[in-house]
């Protein structure tokens, strides 16, 4: 899959708001692993590289810095559970538990149906409602175990 | 017992995000009456310098100074940026999230107030990829505020133009370090640079920039609408005015609670979050977020503010506490952030790259029953060969400090994995 037209002309008026263009390449790294099949392949590296004037290595030095990019396929749905010290003193690991119980997917790995990818995750930021997780991006806070394969389960 | 609030009073309307609401409550006020009332720059710095505002992202370096430090527009003729650091994610912290989910419009005021004063030319608000909603609030109001003629062109007819932007990090703890920001804010990989050259001087893309925490800059427009004396009415007189303290870990209710500055962390667990969860007893408490070094129950009566918690021999921080119970192993903590600093280290320095890792493993060599006679001494030994002043930015120092705080209180802890692996494995 190549940028498709609709993301080179978003890229376009993203770039409007910074002296050099550059500046745009991580957020537009976010808007090519959402509508480019949820990762960052080695075309996408190569085109953003065009699109930006880097070198690929450029873009992957880039892509690699931030936990926040895939680099290798995930499955469907991403389930980050939050791993950090506020979460763990309010059971994180038992969120995980059910999270790796629902989805049969190992931390850092894909279920085998490629529905789901699990991951361990380092602070999100919502320290307060402690134990969470993020689903496909959405934040779901004071959780109890028996929350995890209900709002999983609730997912078409 | 009740205190003078102002920071969280609009997030409690509904709809508090909007125009219509904001404005109804007295949003953009403050940015009016410095227009109208002719304030020169220098005198909106003036302001903020006597206000005595300390920077809320965890250093606390007095704001006001912080701005007078770009140079002066007459003789550097350059491009002038601040960069808002919204990339909350010292763990245990979770109040900026808050401010730009439910009020982003006294967050654009307190940009503009900012941007006036140092005559800037644009704003970039740096926020961490995870905070979609935060973001997409900021935008909305954003988007409103221009709209309005509030943002961009000849503010509020006024003849002063900036703009501000919106900007989406991805997932990086380094990039709340304010070079290891601007480098990634230019596209590149979060590296933070060697200082000096400090920000003023050269910032983003080599030009005049202050990089500034979220809560400082949402204290400015109250400052300047209800005067810099007011300001001081509340606090310490070395930390002044209301803080955003967020409390988790092991309490009956933790949140996010507007104080002043110099409560005792007792009143604040006690009072305001209910006291230690299940009826337990505390054991320990991070006054400021996990870079701050762990005290010990005793100590809970510490005044929360930047020179007390420095006399207790910690750091005031961001304000986050973590409260730990009289059940929970302190070990256990130290190995969850031995083992965040290590994921978190850019790897430019070796004494981080490389210590923040053995750190973790020796942690959880203790942790797994197979900790060895001299671990506890290699630990304190290697992370004082961390900090300070050993590395660029000081990631490396955050990564030390605790280790030693929790050595230096709960020794026995750690002596207890070596001499009693069983009990530790139970």
Redesign the interface.
Known sequence: MALTAALKAEFDKLCTKYPHRRAGLIPALHRCQEELGGWISPETITDCAEYFELEPVEVYSVASFYPMFFLSPVGQHVVSVCRNISCDLRGASEITNAARQHTGAACGESSEDGRFYLEEVECQGACTSAPMMVVDGKYHEDLEPADVARILGEIQ | MAHETYLLDRSKLANSHTLEVARADGAYAALRKVFESSMSPESVVEEVKKSGLRGRGGAGFPTGLKWSFMPNHESDSR?RYMALNAD???????K??ILMREDPHCLIEGCLIAAFAMRLDAVYIYV??????PYDRMQSALDEAREAGIVGDNILGSGYSCEI?M???????ICGEETGLME???????HPRPKPPFPAGFGL?GQPTTVNNVESIFNVPFILARGADWFRTMGTETSPGNFLC?????VER???YEVPLGMSARAIVEDLAGGVWKGRSLKAW?PGG?STGVLPADMLDTSMDHDSVKAAGSMFGTG?M???DET?SVV??AL??AR?YE??S?GQCSQCREGTEWQEQIINRLLSGRGKSGDVELLVDLSNGMFPGKTICALSDAAAIPVLAAIKHFRGEFEACISSPEEVLA
């Open positions: 491009t909350e994610s010292e763990p245990g912290t979770c900026d999230r961490r990829g995870e905070y979609r909603l932007h900007h989406k990090g991805a997932g990086a703890y990634s804010l230019e596209g590149k990989r979060g893309w967020g409390i988790s870990g092991h933790p949140g996010v991070f996990s986050a973590i409260i730990l929970a256990r903590s969850i952030l965040f994921h978190e850019c």
